[in-house]
């Protein structure tokens, strides 16, 4: 059975921070450029953030320079630090392999005074 299960995630004051986790249940984990996507209430789903293989990170302009995605192919974890939080950052996070169709339950984030 393949599984994404997200962790981490809670309730922050702006400009605050949070890392969040996926454990992935995936043959070849190591293989596959993994990355972190969001939806917020009422909107479409987002990307987010994508790590290669072999560590190379690309993200949405939205938050670089205070995200950031990396990976522990011996845990086949895939993580996402996120720093200097903002209101607009709330919204449900998601892990997912690139070429896959399996997302799991999503980690909530929300970021209010």
């Known amino acids: 059975q393949v599984q994404l299960v997200e962790s981490g995630g809670g309730s922050v004051q702006p400009g605050g921070s949070l890392r969040l986790s996926c454990e992935a249940s995936i043959s070849a984990f190591s293989i596959y450029n993994m990355e972190w996507y969001r939806q917020a209430p009422g909107k479409e789903r987002e990307w987010v953030a994508t790590?290669?293989?072999?560590?190379?990170?690309n993200y949405a302009d939205s938050v670089k320079g205070r995200f950031f995605i990396f990976r522990d192919n011996g845990r086949n974890t895939v993580y996402l630090r996120m720093n200097s939080l903002k209101p607009e950052d709330t919204a449900v996070y998601y892990c997912h392999a690139y070429g896959m169709n399996f997302w799991g339950k999503g980690t909530l984030v929300t970021v209010s005074s």
């Open positions: 790590v290669t293989p072999g560590g190379s990170a």
